[in-house]
């Protein structure tokens, strides 16, 4: 069979395709204390070490949230795929209660709604406290280590991607990492900031302890868009790296605002990859 004049015109553009396409998520067991959660891996084509990310996702989801936005599994198979194709190893970890992880315990969203409604959200607040330095971060440290020995890792350049609760998840790991080249922050505590003076104060402190590059990306739908604005201002009085980009809404909702990541990777990939690169390919 003989290929059409077409035909020979698309081969170059689907065999670049093909070479650009990441391979499926391998599963990978991380061992967080004598808990064994799971995550998924993407590698990049070609041969390294290659730098690397690990993403720390939100708080998990209730089960209304679930049917209506969607589960963890379909957001990491959104946002793996994307860094892989720009040359990163990515780790998404799903931490306790959340995706292939459930059997692991309740998700951290669940408790804090637990609390609430037990307690009031001043108990909310001090139990996010609690999970942000406690348990969550045990996971996501558990997974950063798990990182540093993957084959084709190179383990002095690794970076941190966070979203929502992960977002703030990771710029406390940022203070606790100084080897970690730099964080890109999604719609980072753009829920729990205006509900919470703890959460405002420690996120503070915290990049002011840390010089570590910083990237803040909120859809201006947000819940809310004060932390970017605030955690890149005390960077920027301390004349340390930094960004902050507030995007147009997104769909109608907070929901859909604060699910930026998800739902807009065309709109934030070029400035996330400008950001990150010149750190992590040097």
């Not at 990049?207 to 920027?236: C, R, W």
């Not at 997104?250 to 709109?267: C, E, I, R, W, Y």
Request: proline letters at 8%; glycine letters at 8%; hydrophobic letters at 40%.
């Amino acid at each position: 069979m003989r290929c059409s004049p077409l035909c020979l015109a698309l081969i170059p553009a689907f065999a670049t395709l093909i070479f650009q396409t990441p391979s499926p998520p391998s599963k990978i067991a991380v061992q967080s204390g004598d808990v064994t959660l799971e995550a998924w891996m993407w590698r990049p084509q070609g041969s390294g070490p290659f730098p690397a990310v690990l993403v720390n996702h939100g708080s998990g989801r209730t089960r209304e949230e679930l049917e209506r936005l969607g589960p963890y599994e379909q957001m990491a198979d959104t946002v793996g795929p994307v860094f892989a194709r720009h040359g990163y190893v990515v780790l998404y970890l799903f931490r306790r209660g959340v995706g292939p992880s459930t059997s692991a315990g309740k998700n951290a969203v669940d408790l804090m709604n637990e609390a609430a409604a037990a307690h009031g959200q001043n108990e909310r607040n001090a139990l996010q406290m609690q999970l942000l330095e406690g348990r969550e971060m045990s996971d996501a440290l558990a997974a950063l280590r798990r990182l540093r020995t993957i084959t084709d890792v190179d383990p002095q350049r690794i970076a941190l991607i966070g979203h929502s609760f992960g977002g703030s998840l990771t710029v406390l790991m940022a203070e606790r990492e100084p080897a970690i080249r730099a964080a890109v922050i999604f719609s980072g505590a753009g829920y729990s900031w205006d509900r919470s003076g703890d959460l405002r104060a420690r996120l503070l402190q915290s990049v002011q302890n840390t010089s570590i590059p910083m990237f803040f990306l909120h859809a201006a739908n947000d819940y809310s868009t004060n932390p970017g604005k605030a955690l890149d201002a005390e960077l920027a009085r301390q004349a340390k790296p930094h960004r902050l980009k507030i995007y147009p809404p997104v769909g109608l909702t907070p929901d859909d605002g604060h699910d930026f990541p998800n739902n807009s990777v065309a709109k934030w990939e070029p400035d996330v990859f400008a950001f990150l690169d010149p750190y992590m390919h040097r």
